[in-house]
């Protein structure tokens, strides 16, 4: 009698450890929790495949490849930035025959390579000018910079392409105008097909004296 009852009591300790060990599970996979970006429409995901799936999600870092540098040393330092996890997708503020402003526009990155919607970071720079805005395309961030230099930013525009097209092939999908003015030499930069732009460093007065393009890396 003791023993049918000793293994009734490690039956009954077994299948509570069991069903305890299999909510833990479930719950560090958290399905039900799951990012607004997941697709688990239409399918019931074992652990495996819901793990597999969130691997695979595209993701901005904070690593950073930093363009060169164009302009002068005048004005004062500060950066124009997108937040945590976000992608540039364009760039906004004044110019004439230099940038006399400027401001970047950003997305969130979804899990799988699509952009949200867009916000503004604010301007650096002078009033000078008149106001311009460039945008890339829906769906597309900035993946270089064109345009012209010397003492001062003479004038700047977009290339910009699809996170997923950039991170498999490396090619522009679209090239915009340049906003400013033609003199200057010219310069063409592009990151590096595993990195999205994110930020801009800037030199800044009544003009904006210097801009680099800092391009985040995309992961996995």
């Known amino acids: 009698m003791q023993s049918s009852q000793s293994a009734n009591r490690k039956l009954l300790v ?15 996979a958290g399905p039900a929790t799951a990012h607004s970006g997941d697709d688990l429409s239409g399918a019931n ?10 691997i695979l999600a595209l ?7 930093t363009l060169p540098g164009r302009g002068g040393g005048g004005g004062g330092p ?20 230099y940038i006399d402003q400027l401001g970047l526009t950003c997305a969130y990155l979804m899990d799988n390579g699509s952009l949200g919607p867009t916000y503004d970071t604010g301007t650096l720079g002078g009033q000078g000018g008149g106001s311009f805005r460039l945008i890339c395309p829906l769906g597309q961030a900035i993946v270089g ?22 991170r498999s092939h490396g090619s522009v999908e679209y ?13 063409a930069d592009l990151c590096p097909s595993d990195y999205v732009g ?21 992961y996995p």
Do not use: K, P
């Open 45 to 54: 995901l074992s652990l495996h495949e819901y793990a597999a799936q969130r």
């Open 145 to 166: 910079f064109h345009g012209g230099s010397g003492t001062l930013v003479d004038r700047l525009g977009l290339y910009c392409s699809g996170v997923a097209n950039w």
């Open 78 to 97: 500060g950066t124009l930035a997108c937040g945590a996890g976000d992608v540039a997708v364009g760039i906004y503020g004044r110019s004439g025959i």
């Open 198 to 218: 994110a930020r801009i460093n800037v030199r800044t007065g009544i003009y904006v004296d210097r801009q680099e393009l800092l391009c985040a890396y995309i």
């Open 175 to 187: 090239v915009t105008s340049a906003a400013g003015g033609g003199g200057g030499g010219s310069f």
């Open 59 to 65: 993701s901005a870092s904070n690593l950073f490849y």
């Open 14 to 28: 077994t299948a509570t450890c069991v069903s305890a060990l299999l909510a833990v599970s479930v719950g560090l």
